[in-house]
């Protein structure tokens, strides 16, 4: 298999309908899940700007940076993504995710993300805002093993986030 160049497509595609934005999320999830800042990068153009709490990535170098240095901090991390809105080229997303820091406490952090998408499916701006959660390991919801969230995994509707 080729790897994933900036000229390929992303599918699916802008202008997006309620399933295709819906599996355009759970796409990013898995990637998300995946906890692979190389692979993550690949959904965003190469001059993608974006927003994260203080941090504002420009480009795919600077979002692969950024993404090593989350994830080296934010352990165990488990993700959920849920489709908002949509209208053309744009998705609005909620999401929850559980990590611990190194000193083994806990956090769920709740957040909204707006996407707008190239013509070629590629995420040209990513705007997030993220509250952090401190929560006992007992009070956990999201426990499967790492990687993508199981198909039969609720969503955050249905844990009641």
């Known amino acids: 298999m080729n790897p994933i160049t900036q000229a390929d497509d992303r599918p699916p595609l802008p202008p997006f309908t309620h399933e295709t934005a819906a599996r355009k999320v759970r796409i990013a999830e898995d990637a998300w899940n995946s906890r692979d800042p190389e ?72 957040g909204n993300e707006n996407w707008e998408f190239d013509e070629r499916g590629l995420m040209r701006m990513r705007f997030a805002s993220i509250n952090d959660q401190p929560i006992l390991e007992a009070e956990r919801k999201f426990r499967w093993p790492a990687g993508p969230r199981p198909a039969d995994h609720a969503g955050l509707s249905d844990l009641g986030l």
């Open 39 to 110: 692979r993550v990068s690949l959904a965003y153009t190469k001059d993608c700007h974006w927003r994260n709490r203080a941090e504002f990535p420009a480009g795919r170098a600077e979002i692969v940076a950024f993404l090593g240095r989350k994830w080296s901090r934010e352990l165990e991390y488990r993700l959920i993504k849920e489709l908002w809105a949509f209208a053309g080229s744009r998705i609005a997303v909620r999401f929850a995710y559980e990590w611990h820091d190194d000193a083994g406490t806990w956090f769920r952090s709740h």
